[in-house]
């Protein structure tokens, strides 16, 4: 298992089962925006990929998609949906952070719920990810805690000038919305921020 900069060890947490953000569901927000928004078909990149959900789901619509995370259980897990769905994702086991350095640019890059965690760790290596996979035109969408949720439980929280302050300077933010993630069951789960890039 690779040895990624994070505050937690996430492969455990799948070893476990303590994954409360793992719906199985493919994001709402995500089907919204691809359709709302009209994102091209092309090359997509999923980071903090998990259990591959959306991977398999933006496959299913016809991206060509690569997916990452640092825990081997989660993506064998994901390899696992691919096969049965009869669909086809690139899979590799690495730390969302410093990663893509020297990869073709994606058209798409999606991320729910890595960059509340990574900012709390190391911001720059995050943003040198999101610099490294994008290229002028690429759009991104990342959903991230809300500052606004008014509850205890639920993931990391930014609020609206987090994201544009630290977003803003690599991509024009062409959307922020708020939204609720779906718990397990498609329960009405914590209030989020969706955020639509695209890069300069």
């Known amino acids: ?24 569901l493919p994001s709402r927000e995500l089907l ?77 890059v999606f991320d729910r719920g890595c960059y509340h965690c990574c900012r709390r760790i190391d911001l720059d290596s995050y943003l040198q990810t999101l610099e490294n996979t994008t290229q002028a035109g690429s759009r991104v969408l990342i959903l991230a805690g809300n500052a606004n949720e008014q509850t205890e439980h639920g993931p990391p929280r930014v609020t609206e000038d987090d994201l544009r302050s630290e977003l803003g300077g690599l991509f024009n933010v062409l959307q922020i919305r708020e939204f609720r993630f779906e718990d397990p069951g498609g329960v009405e789960g914590p209030l989020g921020w969706s955020t639509l890039l695209v890069a300069n």
């Not at 298992?1 to 719906?23: F, L, Q, V």
């Not at 390899?79 to 073709?104: L, S, Y």
């Open 1 to 24: 298992m690779i040895n990624a900069h994070t505050d937690r060890d996430w492969n455990h947490k799948y070893e476990t089962g303590d994954t409360p953000w793992d719906s199985g």
């Open 32 to 108: 919204r925006v691809l359709d709302e928004q009209d994102v091209s078909l092309g090359r997509a990149l999923e980071l903090g990929c998990g259990t591959g959900t959306n991977a398999v789901a933006l496959a299913e619509r016809g991206f060509d998609v690569t997916a990452v995370d640092c825990s081997p259980l989660a993506l064998a897990a994901g390899k696992q949906k691919a096969a049965a769905t009869g669909v086809n994702v690139e899979w590799i086991e690495a730390d969302v952070q410093n990663f893509g350095q020297g990869m073709k640019p994606f058209d798409f």
